[in-house]
């Protein structure tokens, strides 16, 4: 009986388990979906900005990138756990991109706790995981001021997601001289005051909205991740709650068998024991 009390133990734990990782999953599936359409507005934003970008950068304007600094580099991840290996894709491409110039900022608290004894890390922005417009602008306005001024290029590690495949990438963000002409702008476009102004007007604009974009980009690809995985600790809970419930069958049957066999023993021998005291005469 000690042994089908503890499978019956097991099979309840198990259950409940499985009620957790199917409630996770669902709302993974909701919480992926809705960043996915933020980030899917945000592209529109972004590729209006970036074409503007792309024709004033065309006319050659005076806005060098900084020849001597440090390379910042944005490094995302999730607060929690229980998203598979999201955390370790991303901070597997920020580690090949990082070198003796890096200065690494982590953003969330898996980053933090994997950089916290690493030289060369900021961490003021750790805590900033929330997707955003505040925190975007926060570090944006910040790596600005400090662009040019000890800081020669700001990139970020991040994940996308694809028809549910989780990509890490690092991206740079600034210098804006990445950004090159396609040839394709048609007809002239006339910038006031000056192409110049223009293009440090929109610098922040594009900073910010990147940084947002990486931001949802990497939430939806951290829900998707954390959707397979509970996925697949769901499918694991079912076939263990099978194995578990023929277990436990089996061992309740073996218990009432051998009930049964105690039964008819006893009565047996009660049997045996009454013939042998017949009456004689």
Do not use: W
């Not at 060369?120 to 922005?125: Q, S």
């Not at 925190?135 to 001021?145: G, H, M, Q, R, T």
């Amino acid at each position: 009986m000690g042994n089908l009390s503890d499978v019956k133990r097991r099979l309840s734990t198990v259950k409940q388990t499985r009620q957790i990782t199917r409630a996770m999953q669902t709302v993974s599936v909701a919480k992926m979906r809705k960043a996915e359409e933020v980030n899917h507005r945000s592209a529109a934003y972004l590729a209006l900005i970036t074409d503007v970008m792309r024709n004033v950068n065309a006319r050659d304007c005076d806005f060098a990138p900084p020849a001597v600094g440090k390379d910042v580099l944005l490094v995302l991840s999730s607060d929690r756990g229980l998203c598979g290996g999201f955390d370790n894709g991303n901070l597997s491409v920020a580690q090949k991109a990082i070198d003796d110039d890096t200065l690494v900022m982590p953003i969330g608290q898996t980053a933090v706790n994997f950089f916290k004894s690493a030289s060369n890390v900021d961490m003021r922005f750790g805590h900033l995981s929330a997707v955003g417009n505040g925190a975007a602008k926060e570090i944006s306005d910040y790596l600005l001021k400090q662009y040019g001024n000890g800081v020669k290029s700001i990139s970020v590690a991040y994940s996308t997601v694809d028809k549910r495949v989780v990509n890490p990438t690092v991206e740079r963000l600034l210098p804006i001289t990445d950004i090159k002409s396609d040839g394709n702008s048609g007809a002239e476009v006339l910038f006031e005051p000056s192409p110049e102004q223009v293009l440090r007007a929109l610098v922040p604009l594009y900073l910010s909205g990147k940084i947002y974009g990486a931001l949802t980009a990497n939430f939806a690809a951290e829900q998707s991740a954390r959707h397979q995985a509970m996925s697949a600790a769901t499918d694991s809970a079912d076939e263990l709650i099978v194995q578990l419930a023929g277990e436990y069958n089996r061992e309740r049957q073996a218990a009432v068998t051998g009930q049964i066999v105690e039964i008819v023993g006893a009565t047996a021998a009660l049997s045996r024991k009454g013939g042998s005291g017949e009456k004689r005469f």
